[in-house]
C-alpha cells in the first residue's frame, strides 16, 4: 500500500454515490493502532470489556481490538434509532442487547461516529445503571460542531467535517460497510447506482 499513489487507494471502489476520500486506509490504520496502545496503557492490569455498538462498529472493534495487547473481553449491542436516513431522532431503542453482566467491569463503549451524540448520550446511561467498575468511551469518527449532548469521549479517532460518510463499517442502506476508507456518500449520486439495492423492509437500520 505504502508505495501506491493515494489516488489509487480507493481502486477498485468506483462507485458514483462514493464522494472524496476523508480518511484514508493509512490513516484509519495508523491512529487505529495507536488508539489500541493507547487503551492498553490506560488499562494495563485490567481486563476490559469493549462493548461494539452494531452494525457501524463491528470492523472498527475488530481492528481497535487486535491493537489492545491485554486480555480483553468482547460484547455486542445493536440500537435502532428512529429517524430519517441520515439523521437521528434521539429516540434509541435496543434491539439486541449485551450477552454479559457489566457488574464491576470496565467497559469501553465502542462507537463508530458520534453524530448529535443522543445515540451514545442513551447507550451511557443505559450501561452506566448496569453497575460497572468504570465506563469509558472509545469513538472512531466525532462530526465537528453538530452534538447537541455534551460527550466526555476518552479515545476519539478523527474530527470530521458535519457531512455524511460511509466505509470502515459505516453505511446508506447497509452498504458501503466493507470499504477499508471513510469516504463522503454524495447523496445525489444515488445509493447503489452501480448494484440496485434489494427493498429493506426495516423501519431504519442506520446503526
Ligand atoms: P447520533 O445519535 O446522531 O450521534 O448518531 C449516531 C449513529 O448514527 C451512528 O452510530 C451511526 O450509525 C449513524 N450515523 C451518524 N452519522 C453517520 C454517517 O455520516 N454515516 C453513517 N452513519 C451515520
Ligand atoms: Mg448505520
Redesign the pocket.
Known sequence: MADLPPIHRSAGWEDPAIGRIIVDEQELQARVRQMGEQIALDYAGRAPLLVG?LK?ACVFLSDLARAIRLPLEMDFMAVS?YGSA?R?S?VVRIVKDLDLDLTGRHVIIV??????????AYLRRNLAARHPASLAVCALLI?EGLQTVDQDLAYEGFRIPP????GYG???AERYRNLPFIAA?REDAGVGARSPLPSSGHEDD??
Open positions: 455498538v457501524g434509532s441520515t437521528t434521539g462507537e463508530d461516529i458520534v453524530d448529535s451524540g443522543l445515540t451514545l462530526k457531512e455524511f460518510v460511509v459505516l453505511d446508506v456518500y442506520r446503526p
